[in-house]
């Protein structure tokens, strides 16, 4: 089939690789269009346009897929199916119909639970033990769409969004293909999504990364997991943000308030409504991150200090 694979960040290139080395015909992408990124603020290409010019692959930015434009491009190159993931714009009903076989959507959760922006931060937030990734037909609902098949992946204890994200776009790239071989093939079957089991996903905001020390220890635990990399942990120390490093719940560690940080030789210890947390790495505003040892002997955690 001739494809064209729609997708932005760097989560979308395993399953655009995983395209390209099938049997089918890669014969351009679809990504947002360039942004400011880094200190300077210069435009940068997404990863996924990145790897297309690097490859002699045609890219197409529209800043809306509504464009005319866009939708005259589109139908030059005659798709039979655009595969899509993690593009980041929704696709009008008039892009839908270009394609003979439609859109076909791999997303990363169960569905119909986790629909949305986030669903693999929210499963680590919620204390899933199970996930995976679906490909379904794309339509205008929010991932509504009828599914094509799935992959599952258990939640391990310390994993975090990134851990989880990664395994899981490449098992998904791998599902993805075989959907595309399955519609060409006329065996594909996608069933309709169950009414039960829904949830939803939106993207996980600044504020809410911000750790609450008064939930308890494997609460905290999950927050700080599923927020890191994006939009990362966070707290104050002395009215200053820092950055935190994934946690460790301790059992029957001693008895601190929520926030109380305690400094032993070894570790450092923060107080949550149960028992408390061994802190990883922190990072100070404008600093590198450091083993929390290493931050709490330099800014001399005294006895009593707390994270607000």
Not at 7 to 27: I, N
Not at 165 to 178: C, D, I, K, P, T
Not at 231 to 244: Q, S
Request: aromatic share 4%; with cysteine; hydrophobic share 45%.
């Amino acid at each position: 089939m001739r494809v064209i694979f729609a997708g932005t960040p760097a989560v979308a290139v395993p399953a655009l690789e995983a395209v390209a080395a099938s049997r089918h015909d890669l014969v351009a992408v679809v990504t947002r269009p360039d942004a400011p990124a880094g200190r300077g603020r210069g435009l940068s290409r997404s990863p996924v346009g990145a790897w297309a010019d690097e490859h002699g692959v045609e890219v197409l930015t529209p800043a809306r897929p509504r464009e005319p434009e866009f939708l005259d491009r589109l139908r030059e190159l005659a798709p039979d199916c655009v595969p899509v993931v993690a593009y980041g714009a929704l696709v009008p009903p008039a892009a839908l119909e270009i394609p003979r076989h439609g859109w076909i959507n791999l997303h990363f959760s169960l569905l119909p639970a986790w629909r949305g922006a986030a669903p693999v931060q929210h499963a680590v937030l919620h204390g899933d033990e199970l996930t995976g990734a679906s490909v379904f037909q794309l339509e205008e609902g929010l991932d509504t769409g009828p599914v094509y098949g799935t992959v599952t992946d258990e939640i391990r204890p310390t994993d975090t969004s990134g851990d989880l994200l990664e395994r899981l776009a490449h098992s998904g790239a791998g599902l993805l293909v075989a959907v595309l071989d399955a519609i060409e093939d006329g065996t594909a079957r996608a069933e309709p999504q169950p009414a039960d089991g829904v949830s939803l996903a939106p993207k996980l905001t600044v504020e809410d990364a911000r750790v609450r020390w008064t939930d308890p220890a494997f609460a905290v635990d999950r927050r700080v997991r599923a927020c890191t990399p994006a939009p990362g942990p966070w707290t104050t120390f002395r009215d200053e943000r820092v950055k935190l490093g994934p946690v460790t719940p301790v059992a029957n560690g001693p008895e601190l308030k929520p926030g109380e940080l305690l400094v032993e030789k070894s570790r450092v210890l923060a107080g949550t409504a149960t028992t408390p947390v061994q802190l990883g790495e922190v990072r100070a505003a404008g600093k590198k991150a450091m083993p929390a040892s290493d931050w709490a002997r330099g800014v001399r955690v005294a006895a009593g200090e707390v994270f607000a």
